[in-house]
Nanobody, 125 residues
Framework: QVQLVESGGGLVQAGGSLRLSCAAS????????MGWFRQAPGKEREFVAA????????DYADSVRGRFSISRDNAKNTVYLQMSALKPEDTAVYYC??????????????????WGQGTQVTVSS
């Protein structure tokens, strides 16, 4: 069992940056593959980024590649999402997620066993 708590959301102007954090508690953090998803009003939750294991494979949605970066600090049991060059269309609730099954297709919602409560990111034009 693992608990996930996101933080770092807020209001930012277009072109700005934010760093989201997701703190995990419970089982050894390094055992988990971690992902970030987002859900805008009236839309389905969508994949943003994933990290399969420490120092290993990372994946990004085409819409954020080159602007967002996922990283993790196992000593702090935390995964980060650094977001730069933000656009109004990045406005959403951002969720982190975790799974011990690191070989799953991490761009899929169903790959994950644990979810945080989300943090709101609003990008003004």
């Amino acid at each position: 069992q693992v608990q996930l708590v996101e933080s770092g959301g807020g209001l930012v102007q277009a072109g700005g940056s934010l760093r989201l954090s997701c703190a995990a508690s419970g089982r050894a953090f390094s055992d988990y593959a971690m992902g970030w998803f987002r859900q805008a009003p009236g839309k389905e939750r969508e994949f943003v980024a994933a990290n399969r294991w420490t120092g290993g494979q990372t994946d990004y949605a085409d819409s954020v590649r080159g602007r967002f970066s996922i990283s993790r600090d196992n000593a702090k049991n935390t995964v980060y999402l650094q977001m730069s060059a933000l656009k109004p269309e990045d406005t959403a609730v951002y969720y982190c997620a975790a799974t011990v099954y690191r070989l799953r297709a991490l761009e899929r919602l169903t790959a994950y066993d644990y979810w945080g409560q989300g943090t709101q990111v609003t990008v003004s034009s």
